[in-house]
């Protein structure tokens, strides 16, 4: 707690000036990070191989390790991602709406900065540079926790962040790491009301839900994506193939990959044979309720839990539908409220769906897979939130911000 | 927990409906209520009467009785209240930044409903007619758990709320109250997650603070306003005097009244005899540090504990400082993040305390009393937040709604 206290005490102090930089300043310390990474990445490999040797003896799984080794080529894309976000507009400053009253006071909106946030992680030691470099871009302070696998590499990031920062004679708590990974720390930091304005979780649903069910602080609830596809019974059936076996193979680890598969009966034996076909090309493991286990074979039989189950991994669950009423009411009752898509030609179908699904993102005959924010348009995010305070979907620069209400006046008082 | 878990499903399965309202059926709905009010004042009175009698038998205190007590007048000005609230623009529906991406995906952000709210307040009826109507008008359910004193005046509120909407077939859970007012049923409302999307506090800092510090459901945090009027070196001294006269003396039970002043020492001794013999005027009374004292002899000695008291009363702290820099330490150290005010002639002064002090409404040269939705042009309000999330500032109809990603494409999967 003594920790924690610490660096959020300090990182308080730093918000007001970090508030108040110039793009030109911030742009220029982003500048000077990145190519400090590249500088020192002879450190941070040294660093990483400690990790990376702790995690072998801890038998750590294969993917984990592979999402927490760092190599040139990654330090690489860490500082490319940096200067990414140094040609982002920065947001911080704009004043919206600003409208003289009836009384003569001048009223607009200032977009500010949150204040100082805290990030709690898994071991991608990626996650360190790039959230420094959206908070610090955004004027906001950062406290990242980031999880015990990549201390090492964590630590010595952190240094090099810093000491970039102090070359250019930017506040360096700007930036600060825990260095105390135990739980009770996490735990800890979901109590901290007095330092953090905002607390975002990135990581895995359980990481996630226990942060939205322990802290205190406000949370942005991000990530967890249990996807489905609905092909309704006016489905452009080729069309239904490709964005399936598109949402569910093309990258089935992230949130906005599909996990779950709606059809209308009516078109369920027209579909489903060579869909399965085609996902078991990719080795996709297919459960589904028995109707759909008696159009395909091959299809094993799914449990109530499959519905609810982010797989992240080459398997798909299907469940069979008599009409849009029960696709909807079945989406709405197992889905994260992440991504959705109907695959229609029907108009009022269509619709529909856009208007009866809840669910941060929803699609009408496109993949799930373009929720993100580069494909959104607006280039790197911290997140996906799937929650509805403050920010949904992708959140870029402009979701790290809030606005304060600044008033010109001239002696108005209320009568 | 039955009673929660029971209208939070109802609430829950009323929510898709009311999302999808158009503005005239609302509006209708609301006319309907808003008669229905005034045509059953009767019964009304007769419950709040019981409710009046068990707090006198209580021995509850007369300011808290007068806010708990309806009249004939208090029921129509309840009445009037909606009828503003639906001459309100609906904010429901719009979709914001639609583009067309490289791909050809078409992207907009529909603003739709938060869900389902709820709602923890103290003994004041009116509320109850307030917040249903602004969650009704932008499509939200609400759930209602409002003070034991109240309780019969709110339980005869509610049912003719909802016997209004039944009348005009609307779906009736878009409303409930809790009727269980225990202490217990608030701490589980705070956990509710599964049902609730969003939690306001309505209510006094000990209600907020308690919300705050227990819910794992979003919470926007709202109206505790410790609220300083500083006064530069350069400052207007007879402008000074009317603004402070008029932020402390006007309404001093409320939010965005002044609690505290802040004087540069250079002016303090033409500033403060006038100012504290104005004030006295009214009863007010001051305490403050030991220079102020010296200045005024009949001010108090402030506790470190005053300058963090919200006293919603004729009472007011007084510091003295060297500089802006030590006034605006002083007001982050000890606000709220609700209104603050300096007053100055001085060109950089005034922009280094837009700058530099963090809150949801920063003035040069006005009262704070003007933070409140309808002296901000935007109507009715369900409170006004003082953290950073979401909403900052007066809460209107735009406050209580959230987006939806739309999302239109012609077979686009990602490569």
Redesign the interface.
Known sequence: MNELIKKGQLANEAK?AL??LSSVDKNKALDRVAHALIEHQDVLLEANQLDIMHAEENGVKGTLIDRLTLTESRIHAMAEGIAKIIKLDDPIGEVLGM?K?PNG?E?G??VVP??VIGIIYEARPNVTVDAFALCFKTGNAVILRGGKEAIHSNMKIVEVIREALRQVDMPVDAVSLIEDTSRETATDMMKL?DYL??LIPRGGAGLIQAV?????V???ETGVGNCHIYVDQEA?LT?AT??LV??KT?RPGVCNACESLVVHEAVADAFLPEACTQLKAFQVDIVGDASSQRIVPTIGAAEEADYGTEYLDYKLSVKIVKDLDEAIKHI?RYNTKHSEAIITENYTHARRF???V??????????T???DGF???FGAEIGIST????A??PMGLKELT??????????????
Not at 358 to 367: G, I, L, P
Not at 387 to 390: C, E, F, R
Not at 402 to 415: A, F, L, P, S, W
């Open positions: 007001i508030a108040n409208k009253q006071l009223i909106q200032r949150l204040g009301n304005d905002v939205v069910h322990n802290s205190t406000p949370v942005i452009d069309m490709d964005i598109n949402a093309q709405n856009l208007d009866e809840d669910a941060a993102a929803v699609y009408v005959n496109a993949s897979r373009f929720t494909e959104f348009g929650q509805k305070l403050h949904r979907g809030t606005t304060k209400y600044i008033i010109y006046g001239n002696g108005q008082i209320r009568v």
